[in-house]
């Protein structure tokens, strides 16, 4: 795997995250690498495009089996691929999911601070938000199951509990014992469990996810989210899966969401993540290894060059959750990080409740890359 970007490639592309800035300001903000998919997720799309049409696919009934194998072959758990539906996207999946299980009035939570779109989605079905914000201590970041527990008690409209697991942006991983425990909790409650694990193959090696579908606690409550987009670099073609724990979930589901309302996933979309899941194994492994050592890489730099600015190290994805309170930059920090150091991390407030005065970074760049970022933090920063 080539550690490099083509930083002009990028920008004349149309890429989003490096098409926002002018040349001059670097991007660590959306949450994808710039390494790329691999050689044979390349050569796949080009085969795609040389043939005489791209009509229709019959290969979309082959998504579910992929990610199927997939899941058996890296994460010891073999999901049955008759209750996988695929979606365009994960957020497609949330959506659609948190729709068919709950009525308008509703109580949704999130754990916050978390992916922003996850904020959007009580108020746009007419639910009602509800938080469970993450406690911090000196390990990191982590859902509180009494805070949990609590909530569920006071608050018995609640029908959905949203996950991020991975997190985004901390990068943790939820232990198989504490996903247990929300799985036990939900379930004592009525709560449907939705679990968003799109960063689930992108965890280091003194870390082990653990999918929450894999947990007998879960199978009758919960619904699962994965794409092949955050791994091998493939968002932009469409193409995920919604996992649901058994054949009454699924049913209700199709019963709601007719087929047809989902729209059917893009068949490049189709012909990558089938090709990531049945051929990548081996460029991931090196993916993860040099995101390995950018995420030390990050530490390392913080600790020598600015101690004041609190980051623990992720246990997954390729995101670094920097605390910048002790740096006064006011209200909007990666704004002033655009000012000052031309890098564009993302707000740490647009992930709610315990953002503020932070930002996350995305080393899921070149080495030079990221090198180059973490220069110009240390300038500004200092300064």
């Given amino acids: ?58 290969r979309a009934e082959e998504l579910g089996q992929a990610f199927c194998d997939w899941a058996a072959q890296q994460h010891g758990w073999r999901p049955d691929p008759a209750l996988v539906v695929p979606t365009a996207d994960v957020l497609q999946g949330i959506w659609t999911v948190v729709a068919a299980f709950s009525a308008p009035g509703d109580g949704v939570i999130s754990t916050p601070p978390v992916y922003p779109y996850f904020h959007d989605v009580a108020p746009e079905l007419d639910r009602r938000s509800l938080e469970c914000p993450l406690r911090h201590d000196a390990d990191g970041w982590r859902l509180d199951l009494d805070d949990l527990a609590a909530l569920l008690a006071r608050e018995p409209a609640a029908r959905v509990l949203l996950l991020c697991s991975p997190h985004n942006p901390t990068g943790h991983l939820y232990s198989r014992e504490d996903l247990q425990a929300i799985a036990e909790l939900t ?26 579908l894999a947990l007998p606690a879960a199978a009758g409550h919960t619904v699962a989210l994965y794409s092949a987009g955050k791994a091998f670099a493939i968002s932009g073609l ?20 007719p087929p047809h309302l989902l729209g059917g996933v893009g068949r490049a979309g189709v012909e990558a993540a089938i090709t990531a899941w049945r051929h990548g194994a081996g460029w991931l492994d090196d993916l993860v290894a040099l995101f390995d050592r950018h995420r030390q890489m990050v530490l390392d730099v913080l600790a020598a060059e600015l101690p004041d600015v609190g980051c623990h190290l992720p246990a997954s994805t390729f995101l670094a959750w920097l605390d910048l309170s002790a740096c006064e930059l006011g ?20 992930f709610g409740t315990g953002g503020a005065g932070h930002v996350r970074l995305n080393f899921g760049t070149s080495t030079v890359v990221l090198a180059e970022i973490l220069d110009r933090l240390v300038g500004a920063l200092r300064r």
Wanted: aromatic letters at 6%; charged letters at 30%; one cysteine or more.
């Fill in 238 to 257: 469409r193409a995920a899966v919604a996992v649901f724990g058994n054949e009454d979930l699924h049913d209700r589901f199709n019963k709601a969401m």
């Fill in 187 to 212: 379930h004592r409650h009525d709560v449907l469990l939705v679990s968003d694990e799109i960063h689930f193959d992108l965890v280091y090696p003194d870390g082990t996810h653990c999918p929450t």
């Fill in 1 to 58: 795997m080539a550690d490099r970007v083509d930083e002009p490639a990028k920008r004349a592309g149309g890429n989003l995250k490096w098409g926002i800035d002018p040349p001059g300001v670097l991007p660590a903000w959306i949450a994808e690498h710039d390494l790329g998919p691999p050689p044979v997720v390349r050569h796949a799309l080009r085969r795609l495009a040389d043939l005489p049409d791209v009509g229709y696919s019959r």
């Fill in 331 to 350: 209200p909007h920090p990666a704004a002033r990080l655009v000012e000052t150091a031309r890098v564009r991390t993302s707000e740490g407030r647009e």
